[in-house]
Every structure is written in C-alpha cells, then in structure tokens.
DNA sequence: CAAATATAATTAGTATGACAAGTAATTTTT
DNA sequence: AAAAATTACTTGTCATACTAATTATATTTG
C-alpha cells in the first residue's frame, strides 16, 4: 500500500528513529541501572519483575510472554542463577521442562528496584501526555502487527 | 513530571514496547535480507546507504550520524571491508583518521539493493497514515531528546 | 616549545539477538 | 505400542551494543 504524499525515501526513516530511540531508551535505564549499582541489566530485570508476578513459569512460556527466543532465555536465566537471583525447578509433570522461581534474593532485589525503575523509565516522557501515549502504542503496535 | 491519571506501572510498557518492536522491525527486514541474498546485514546497509549520498566521510562521523559508537561502527567497517563494498583510505591530513569509501562494486549493491530496501520498509506502515508517521516521529524524537 | 589534553581508531570483554542444529522427553499418528 | 512429529531446552556462531582501556596522532596550554 503506497502512503500518499510521502516519498518512500522519508518513509523509510521510521526504521532509523526507531531503532536508535529503543537503543538510547535501553541505554538511558541501564546507565542508571550502573550507576547506581543494580547489578542486573534492563533485560534480566524485565525476568526478575515478571517471575515476581508470575511464578512457576516455564523458561518458553517466559520467552513468549517477553518476546525473546529460547536461546536468550536460557542465556538469561543462566546468569540470574549464577547471581542468585533465580532458581530452575524440575518441572514435576515434564522432565523436559523447568518452572522457574526467585530465591528470597531475587524477590528482595524486585522490591527494591521496583519504584526506582519506574521512576527511571518516567524520564522519558516529560512534556508528553497520556494521549501521545496512547498513540505511541497504537502505532508501535500496528507496525507490530503489519510484520507478520 | 508525573503524568495525571496514569499509573507509572502502565507507563513502563512505553520500554518493552518500543523494544519489542524495534527488534521486530529489524528482524523482518533482516529476514528478507536473506531470502534475497542480499549479503548484508540492516546495519551494513545503512552505512553502505549513507556513504552513496557522502563519500569521504570518517568513521567517527558516520558514527555520529548512525548514531553508534566508534568500536561498533570499526567492525562494521571491517566487515563491508572483508566484502569489498568499502575502502579506507588515510586521511590526507590526519593521520589517525580513515576517509571511507564505496568500492565500485559497493556502489553497485547500493543501487541494486535501494528500492527493494524501500519495498521491505514499507510494509510496516500498512493501515497507517502520513498523520500517523507524523506523530510517531515527533514521539520518539520527543523520548529521544528527554533522554540526555 | 614541552606538557597536558583531546581525538580517531582499535582491541577486549560482556550482554543480547537471531538463527541453526542438537538432545532429551513428550505427544500424536498409525 | 512403535514410528513420527513436536516441544523444551541447550549449544554454537555471528552480528551488534555498550563500556573501558590502549595506541597513535593532533591540538591546546602554560
């Protein structure tokens, strides 16, 4: 479908700006992350939040729910086992699989970082208001669904 | 700034979102980057794109332009470079610096590859408009900004 | 001009992302 | 129930992102 009035060559920005916000975004947070010495990045925080809310998760379930593959999960999950933060319990019914939960560590680090990541990630949008939001998602979204 | 009326929990989302789709974003192209034996990867093209309109650029001003860091844009460049599609050549007056350059055989992918590149970006935007387009480069360069 | 500082590029290390292939276990099919 | 297909997870490889440190060269300062 051709946009009327826009050159395919303007168009193709799209890609650019958003590529490069996702990275300064994801670079902003983890700076702060370092700064003030989390010792997780912004993706094993994203785990570590979600199996907060979420226990006994299985590492695809975990997958799909974050939009990352297994190979990243397991990677993932390796290093927040190694930190402590996280253990893989032998799933009782399926021996292929692993239900995974946080260690009091883990949960301890979730209640910490909580408002702290929250107010991190508020940075972003001085001077914009609930209706840019919601038209961020909506095209964020769509774009989303147009790519299979 | 707090924004009134929404929690900072569903605010958040903004970051997983933005992630979620960039990744895909990329990906998408990506994958039909190799279906058409492109040889390049999305990052390779858009330097390779870059130096058509501006030969004799540095490494660190394409960096500055990409919006990357030096040590990602030095391996990059030795990858176009180990294809043949780019040249360094020393600077005539700084002899720390490189002038890059599309080989001949560079600037023959960039002309193969421009419009099909266009056609795979394009396909985000279906069911969006200008106005859409619009607003969604105001938002990220709005978030791009806030952040340092 | 010499010393201090800054810049361009590289190298090294760690994390994530994508893809392919492999293993073990489970489910489906016949 | 045995064979085939599927699923969960892991491993390996390559590319990119970010940080820190290094080297060589330029620029600025005292």
Redesign the interface.
């Known amino acids: 479908?051709?946009?009327?009035?826009?050159t395919?060559?303007q168009?193709?920005?799209?890609?650019?700006?958003?590529?490069?916000?996702?990275?300064?975004?994801?670079q902003?947070?983890q700076r702060k992350f370092k700064l003030e010495d989390f010792d997780i990045t912004v993706d094993q925080w994203?785990i570590l939040k979600n199996l907060s809310e979420n226990e006994l998760m299985s590492q695809s379930e975990m997958a799909q729910i974050l939009?990352k593959d297994q190979p990243t999960l397991t990677r993932i999950i390796d290093i927040l086992t190694k930190k402590g933060y996280v253990e893989r319990v032998p799933h009782p019914n399926d021996r292929r699989s692993f239900q995974l939960v946080l260690t009091q560590s883990g949960a301890e680090k979730v209640e910490e970082l909580k408002p702290k990541?929250?107010?991190i990630?508020?940075?972003?949008?001085?001077?914009?208001?609930?209706g840019?939001?919601e038209?961020?998602?909506r095209?964020?979204?769509?774009?989303?669904d147009?790519?299979?």
């Open positions: 479908m051709l946009i009327i009035g826009m395919q060559e168009f193709s920005k799209y890609s650019f700006l958003l590529d490069r916000t996702a990275r300064r975004v994801k902003y947070a994203l939009f990541v929250s107010e990630r508020q940075k972003a949008w001085e001077n914009l208001n609930e840019d939001f038209e961020f998602k095209i964020l979204n769509k774009i989303y147009n790519l299979e």
